[in-house]
């Protein structure tokens, strides 16, 4: 089983909000880890949008709009991107990433549909 | 603002060794605030982050364990550079190969730079 889980695909409206989960495996706890979220266009390298490990302990990505936010589901045992006020440039994928056992490792990604 | 551009070979052959570099403007490859980082994508397995190398005291290197045994990452100060080295390479290896930066502020360690990605094919 993969460390981390996302749903492939998404579809939102225009100016509506998206979450998007990413499920750690069973077994590890979403509240120790730091997850990092990525937006991937096409043709280009993953763009950093920010991190999320708690509340009080969270960094955007350098001119990464506010509309792009972290959070988690403990009892989902997820991490969660939320964009609010969809753009039709939002369309994308995004990546969740975390440190794992001295290494990195990506989610699946979710291809996000502004339509 | 940092910047990382890639170069090496595009095509492979199968038991080849599949060889690129990083050539960094904006940071050092020395910094002790950085790791230097390559990850590959593939339709088949995704973004695979594949190891690192960064300098604190001496140079240090930490890889994936599916390429341990086939994986070298080495820095290169004179040119401010580093590279990628992955022996024995099948089809499977094909893939967009991206070399990255991960910045050390703290507790967060964003992989926040990323090259222009190289697609590297393995054919004969």
Redesign the interface.
């Known amino acids: 089983q993969a460390v981390l889980t996302q749903p492939s695909s998404l579809s939102a409206s225009p100016g509506a909000s998206a979450s998007l989960t990413c499920s750690l495996r069973s077994g590890i706890n979403v509240g120790t880890y730091?997850i990092?979220w990525y937006q991937q266009k096409p043709g280009s390298?993953?763009?950093?949008l920010l991190?999320y490990?708690s509340h009080s302990?969270e960094?955007q990505?350098?001119g990464v709009p506010s509309r792009f936010s972290g959070s988690k589901d403990a009892s989902a045992n997820a991490g969660i991107l939320l964009i609010s006020g969809l753009q039709s440039e939002d369309e994308a994928d995004y990546?969740c990433?975390t440190?794992h056992s001295?290494?990195?490792?990506?989610?699946?990604?979710t291809k996000l549909t502004v339509l | 603002q940092v910047q990382l551009q890639q170069s090496g070979p595009g095509l492979v052959k199968p038991s080849q060794t599949l060889s690129l570099t990083c050539a960094i403007s904006g940071d050092s490859v020395s910094s002790n605030s950085a790791t230097w980082n390559w990850i590959r994508q593939s339709p088949s397995r995704g973004l695979e982050w594949l190891g690192r190398t960064y300098q604190r005291s001496k140079w240090y290197n930490d890889y994936a364990v599916s390429v341990r045994s086939r994986i070298t990452i080495n820095p290169d100060t004179s040119k401010n550079q580093f590279s990628l080295q992955l022996t024995s390479v099948t089809p499977e290896d094909t893939a967009v190969y991206y070399c990255a930066r991960e910045e050390i502020t703290g507790p967060n360690t964003p992989i926040d730079y990323w090259g222009q990605g190289t697609l590297v094919t393995v054919s004969s």
């Open positions: 730091r990092y390298p993953p763009q950093y991190n490990k302990d960094q990505g350098s990546y990433m440190w001295s290494a990195w490792v990506f989610g699946g990604g």
